[in-house]
């Protein structure tokens, strides 16, 4: 009997999670409270959710951001009243700005105990302003068949709304007034007798029809491929392909759609670090991975300034592309499903509002253009054969531990489908500069919405749990912002690696400007902290090793253990990084093409 006839709390969280777990949930996320205990002895006793309780509220947000992100399934996320809901609010904001679904649980005071100085109470109403893709709060808790029915249309729609029409946020607030134990009230096992188990399964039944819908929605828009192809894409003949920032849920599908497109247009593709587009570099010929740095040369960028742009995805992170594009005012295109704004250079646009695999689909039998030459192509592989030669023979010939070459050698070294987390500032940077084609098939994931370095560590471990190893890339900043994830460590399944690149401050600052005013730079930007990482892992026992030498990372890389958090610790001279990578620069820059 899915129902807790307990009393009147527990006859209402029992529905509650009954109804999502016949919707589709499976993992709950569960923060410590007395408010909220109707919801946590519910959903910990139902068989079928995963029910995961985490002290900290922004690391749990943080954490169930990751398993929502990398399965593209709703999460659960349940606290207490008063503040503690204001710590979920970092994960919210990333939840809304990518597009992963969360369903955003708080428990709240009733209204009588409201603005009367009742303990552990705030003000929750539209706690996360614009963030959520819908907000309500529920009545109170009642032991009436209407009302039940209220809740469970409720739930199917707030459900509903964490996914469509674009994946996000789902915010509701739950009053509950006492008892919050599910002490036994006599009403409660009265209304048992009326609400019998025949009566329970009609009851639930309105479920399985929602949940029908929505898999019927899924498949109607995976299969609408109407023909949306621009005639443009024909008759130009200087056009680029740009894979985007994107975590897709089939990497391989995703790259053979831009692959199909690329080599039926006849155009070179420009692949960000943060697209696995780069890990599956078989499936496209005409690859370009170096164009931040080609760009910096002007002969090369004035060579290749394109009539029109194809962008899959979301914006590269590349400043230099950015600036280029904005030179150039090609025309572009863009391909994504969602109905996001993404263009943020307010070029001459058309948002493309399919998948990339639907696009690619209408390319099906499509005849090649018949462009005057392949030249321009051409120019785009000249350029990556000379600007690969050029990154990759200093990086292997260097010896001391500089953070640029971390990326280069994860891109060769980590073990086949490895997903790996990309941590913001350098860290994503380095990935985009150095991250070396190849056919690894990793995946890349990364918090790139709000690109905040806030619950890094935390990401890491809910993308990586219950799955298979996994690897975060991180600097020492991102990762002691979260240091809190540690204590996920307990109920982690799985493997995480995580190479920690210890430069002892921020070093993206050392690129800026603001790297030449000493005072205030060191103190109040790289802000070092000084902290032994050796001990920090030892107080949450995780198992710690310093890197010594390349060939020493190489080896830890292969293989992965497959349970645990592990830290492999890579000490680096931040100036020393920030020197190398400016003299690399500078060479593409000044040199005569």
């Known amino acids: 009997m899915p129902i807790d006839f307990r009393n009147t709390n527990s006859v209402w969280a029992s529905v509650f999670v009954e109804t999502l777990v016949r919707l589709g949930l499976r993992t709950a996320v569960i923060c410590p409270g007395s408010r909220s205990a109707p919801l946590a002895i519910a959903f910990a006793a139902h068989a079928q959710v995963e029910a995961i309780p985490v002290l900290d509220e922004r690391s749990a947000a943080f954490f169930a951001l990751g398993m929502a992100r990398r399965t593209g399934e709703p999460v659960v996320l349940v606290c207490t009243s008063g503040t503690a809901g204001a710590n979920f609010y970092p994960a919210i904001i990333e939840a809304k700005e990518s597009c992963v679904p969360l369903l955003v649980l708080t428990a709240d005071r009733p209204p009588e105990l409201r603005d009367c100085n009742a303990g552990q109470t705030v003000d929750q109403q ?201 030179r150039t005012q090609p025309r572009q295109w863009i391909i994504d499903a969602t109905d996001r704004h993404l263009d943020p250079l307010h070029l001459p646009t058309v948002h493309l509002r399919r998948s990339i695999d639907q696009v690619a689909a209408c390319l099906s039998g499509a005849n090649s253009p018949e462009r005057p030459s392949d030249l321009y192509l051409q120019h785009w592989c000249q350029a990556e054969a000379w600007a690969r030669q050029a990154i990759d023979h200093p990086m292997a010939q260097l010896d001391p531990l500089i953070e640029s070459k971390v990326a280069w050698l994860l891109s060769q070294h980590l073990p086949e489908a490895t997903p790996v987390i990309i941590a913001n500032s350098t860290a994503v940077r380095d990935v985009e500069w150095f991250w070396k084609p190849g056919n690894t098939k990793a995946q890349p994931y990364f918090n790139r919405g709000a690109n905040g370095i806030d619950g890094t ?68 930007f790289a802000t070092p902290q000084s902290v032994n990482v050796a001990q920090l892992c030892a107080a949450y026992r995780i198992e710690y090793e310093q890197i010594q030498t390349w060939e020493q990372l190489i080896q830890r890389l292969k293989p992965l253990p497959t349970e645990g958090v592990r830290v492999l610790e890579i000490p680096c001279d931040r100036k020393a990084s920030a020197h190398w990578r400016q003299q690399l620069f500078s060479q593409f820059s000044d040199c005569d093409r």
Not at 205 to 224: C, F, H, P
Not at 462 to 479: C, M, N, R
Request: aromatic letters at 10%.
């Open 126 to 326: 539209k706690l996360y302003g614009t963030y959520p893709n819908w907000y309500s709060e529920l009545s109170v808790p009642a032991l009436e068949q209407s009302l039940l029915a209220y809740l469970r249309q409720t739930v199917i729609y707030a459900w509903e709304r964490s996914q469509y029409p674009v994946s996000g946020c789902v915010h509701l607030n739950l009053p509950f007034r006492d008892p919050l134990a599910p002490v036994p009230q006599a009403e409660a096992q009265a209304f048992a007798a009326q609400f019998d188990e025949l009566e329970q399964e009609t009851f639930f039944a309105a479920v399985g029809g929602a949940v029908t819908a929505l898999r019927n929605r899924k498949k109607s828009e995976r299969q609408n491929s109407d023909n949306i192809v621009p005639s443009e894409w024909f008759a130009e003949d200087r056009g680029i392909v740009i894979a985007g920032v994107a975590q897709p849920r089939s990497p391989q599908a995703y790259c053979e759609a831009i692959a199909h497109l690329a080599q039926t247009l006849k155009l070179p593709v420009l692949a960000e670090g943060l697209s696995p587009v780069r890990n599956y570099a078989v499936l496209n010929p005409d690859l370009i991975s170096t164009y931040d740095l080609i760009l910096r040369q002007p002969d090369w960028a004035d060579k290749l300034r394109p009539d029109f742009v194809i962008r899959i995805g979301e914006m590269p992170t590349s400043k230099e592309l950015r600036q280029w594009l904005t």
């Open 457 to 524: 560590l935390s990401t890491a471990l809910g993308i990586a749990h219950g799955y298979q190893s996994s690897v975060l890339l991180t600097g020492d900043l991102a990762l002691l912002h979260d240091t809190n994830g540690f204590l996920l460590r307990n109920q982690f399944q799985g493997h995480l690696t995580i190479v920690l690149i210890n430069n002892n401050g921020g070093g993206i600052f050392e690129l800026l400007p603001i790297a030449q005013f000493d005072p205030p730079f060191e103190a109040f």
